[in-house]
């Protein structure tokens, strides 16, 4: 699997989405483009169509989580949208993952690649043992994660690039990192905590990672991709 920069691109609308994307036309290479939930849920299905018949890959960030049927079958309508990468949480445990792989696996037996949520960034030590009840170290609930996710056939997890070497580690390096939580060394931090540049998140062995802000929010977009790619691609 590729090296590749996947730009979030968290805007409110498509007219937002498209005006950004109308930058890199004619720029040598076509971004891999990241769909959350807020443009979805504001656009539907059609940003998907739109956004692939210019050309870019496709991450849909839904992030699934629901009993087996309900995932298998809501992927199969992801799988026909053509995205290239969607997720879940795997949380949702081995059944659901392996009703999700069967949905998004098509007639001619291709498929986008599936990959994992495991803790989300936003709990904490403290959160996951007051609210979920688990009270093993977080660090060992990511990888038993990351691990229950590659054994249900997934094919990687989003993680903190500081997590990446770990995850290859216990999972295999050709089970893919995904990682947000990029920045230039002189740019903004902004509200993530954890940080990597491009260059460190390559050194570590990450696959793909997700830049949204450093790029989006830049004076000039294309340029501050091209730096991205050229930093972490090589
Ligand atoms: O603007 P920024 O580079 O911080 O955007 C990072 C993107 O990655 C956002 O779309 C954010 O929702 C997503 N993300 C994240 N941390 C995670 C999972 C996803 O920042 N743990």
Redesign the pocket.
Same mark, same amino acid.
């Given at each position: 699997m590729g090296r590749d920069v996947i730009v979030?691109c968290?805007f409110a609308s498509k007219a937002d989405v498209m005006n950004f994307l109308d930058k890199f036309e004619g720029a040598s290479r076509k971004p891999f483009v990241?769909i959350?939930m807020e443009l979805y849920y504001a656009e539907g299905p059609q940003i998907v169509r739109d956004i692939k018949a210019r050309g870019h890959k496709i991450f849909l960030?839904l992030k699934l989580h629901d009993i087996p049927n309900t995932v298998k079958k809501a992927m199969k309508v992801l799988s026909n949208l053509d995205v290239d990468m969607c997720n879940l949480h795997a949380a949702g445990a081995t059944s659901m993952m392996q009703g999700a792989l069967e949905g998004l696996t098509r007639e001619d037996g291709t498929r986008p690649i599936l990959i994992a949520?495991t803790q989300? +960034?936003s709990t904490d030590q403290e959160t996951m043992e007051r609210d979920l009840l688990i009270k093993e170290p977080i660090d060992k609930v990511v990888m038993h994660y990351a691990y229950t996710a590659k054994n249900a056939g997934l094919d990687g997890v989003?993680c903190?690039p500081l997590e990446a070497g770990k995850v290859h580690e216990t999972c295999g390096k050709d089970f893919v990192t995904v990682t947000?939580?990029?920045r230039f060394a002189d740019g903004d931090v902004?509200d993530?905590k954890r940080v990597m540049t491009p260059a460190q998140a390559k050194e570590i062995g990450s696959d793909y990672i997700?830049?949204?802000?450093?790029i +989006?929010a830049a004076e000039d977009p294309v340029a501050a991709y091209e730096r991205c790619v050229a930093e972490f691609v090589g």
């Open positions: 979030a968290d990241k959350g960030d949520v989300l +960034t989003v903190s947000p939580g990029v902004g993530q997700v830049v949204g802000r450093p +989006t």
